[in-house]
């Protein structure tokens, strides 16, 4: 569940996920982020979410 950062509706389902590798932290290990991106259905809002982290 994401809340929508302009009107603060609750959005439950992503349209769309992805993985990505992030920037690496000071000792060279790398984050991998899943991202979500939702739709807010009061406002229209587009935005994203880090759903999950992990270190590769």
């Known amino acids: ?18 993985k990505m590798a992030g920037r690496p932290d000071k000792t060279g290990k790398r984050m991998q982020l899943e991202i979500g991106l939702y739709e807010c259905s009061k406002c229209g809002n587009v935005f994203r979410e880090v759903l999950s982290k992990s270190k590769i």
Not at 1 to 18: L, S
């Open 1 to 18: 569940m994401a809340k929508c950062p302009k009107c603060g509706t609750e959005v439950k389902t992503a349209k769309k996920t992805w």
